[in-house]
């Protein structure tokens, strides 16, 4: 089983729902029940997120990319064999992390648009962070499976994004926020007519539920776990 580099941090809250999920779903995939209790090999690099935060917002792509892309080298030196990274809007520079990594890296976008594929979804709306939402990846990679995607007008935009910093990365739910959530996913989903929308924030499944909506959700967190097991422990 190869050893897994996850960058983690950006941002904590996710960080420890990857960290638990990857342990779980290794526990639920193992066939000898007498391995029960062990645990994948794993190595996390937690970075700050507010240098991540700064960086991001200041649109600094090449040192944004060099922070994972120094991440992804201390993890290859602590071990790790294949690397992702527990963050949606680090995708943003993906192709330039991927160009200078010194592991294989499993990218959260591509599985999802995957998934998406996979269940026959044909219009998506993107929820995310302003910075994703604004970012276009999803949308570009969607297209490349056939699959239409849009991203909320620039008030909902600054609504999500209000509501994902700073309260869900720090792992908190407030109910005037769920509910506000749901209020713009409601809408937005009726009036792009979508079959589908990406929780595109690892932090998003915290606030937004199966049963929350009567929709198809993809949850980027779920996906990316499920193939990071697969890369993990194929032969």
Same mark, same amino acid.
């Given at each position: 089983? /190869?050893k897994?580099?996850l960058?983690?941090?950006?941002?904590?809250?996710?960080?420890?729902?990857?960290? /638990?999920?990857?342990n779980?779903g290794?526990q639920?995939?193992? #066939?000898?029940? =007498?391995? =029960?209790?062990?645990? %994948? %090999?794993?190595?996390?690099d937690s970075?700050?997120l507010? @240098? !991540?935060y700064?960086?991001v =917002?200041r649109?600094?792509?090449?040192?944004f990319s060099?922070?994972?892309i120094? =991440?992804i080298?201390?993890? /290859?030196?602590?071990?790790a064999e294949?690397?992702?990274?527990?963050a949606?809007?680090?995708h943003?520079v993906?192709?330039e992390?991927?160009?200078?990594?010194a592991? %294989?890296l499993?990218?959260i976008?591509d599985e999802t648009c995957?998934?998406?594929?996979?269940?026959?979804?044909?219009?998506l709306m @993107?929820?995310?962070?302003?910075?994703? +939402?604004?970012s276009g +990846?999803?949308?570009?990679q969607?297209?490349?499976?056939? $699959?239409?995607?849009?991203?909320?007008?620039?008030a #909902?935009?600054?609504?999500?994004?209000g509501?994902?910093f700073p309260?869900?990365e720090?792992?908190? @739910?407030?109910?005037n926020?769920? !509910?506000?959530m749901?209020?713009?996913?409601r809408?937005c989903l009726n009036?792009?007519?979508?079959d589908?929308l990406?929780?595109?924030?690892?932090e998003?499944?915290?606030i937004i539920k199966?049963?929350?909506? #009567?929709t198809t959700?993809?949850d980027?967190?779920a $996906?990316?776990i499920?193939?990071i097991?697969? !890369? +993990? +422990?194929?032969?």
């Amino acid at each position: 089983m /190869k050893k897994l580099g996850l960058v983690g941090g950006v941002g904590p809250a996710s960080t420890l729902a990857y960290y /638990k999920s990857i342990n779980e779903g290794y526990q639920a995939r193992i #066939d000898d029940r =007498s391995e =029960s209790g062990q645990n %994948p %090999p794993m190595v996390i690099d937690s970075l700050n997120l507010a @240098v !991540a935060y700064d960086l991001v =917002s200041r649109q600094d792509w090449p040192a944004f990319s060099a922070l994972f892309i120094a =991440s992804i080298a201390r993890l /290859k030196a602590a071990g790790a064999e294949v690397a992702a990274i527990s963050a949606n809007t680090a995708h943003i520079v993906y192709d330039e992390i991927v160009a200078g990594a010194a592991l %294989p890296l499993i990218g959260i976008v591509d599985e999802t648009c995957k998934r998406a594929k996979a269940l026959g979804c044909r219009r998506l709306m @993107v929820f995310g962070t302003g910075f994703t +939402m604004e970012s276009g +990846m999803y949308e570009t990679q969607c297209a490349r499976y056939n $699959i239409e995607a849009a991203v909320p007008g620039e008030a #909902d935009r600054r609504a999500i994004h209000g509501i994902i910093f700073p309260n869900l990365e720090a792992g908190i @739910v407030l109910p005037n926020d769920k !509910a506000r959530m749901l209020e713009i996913a409601r809408r937005c989903l009726n009036e792009y007519q979508a079959d589908g929308l990406i929780l595109g924030c690892t932090e998003l499944p915290l606030i937004i539920k199966d049963g929350d909506l #009567d929709t198809t959700l993809l949850d980027t967190t779920a $996906i990316h776990i499920e193939a990071i097991l697969d !890369a +993990m +422990m194929e032969a």
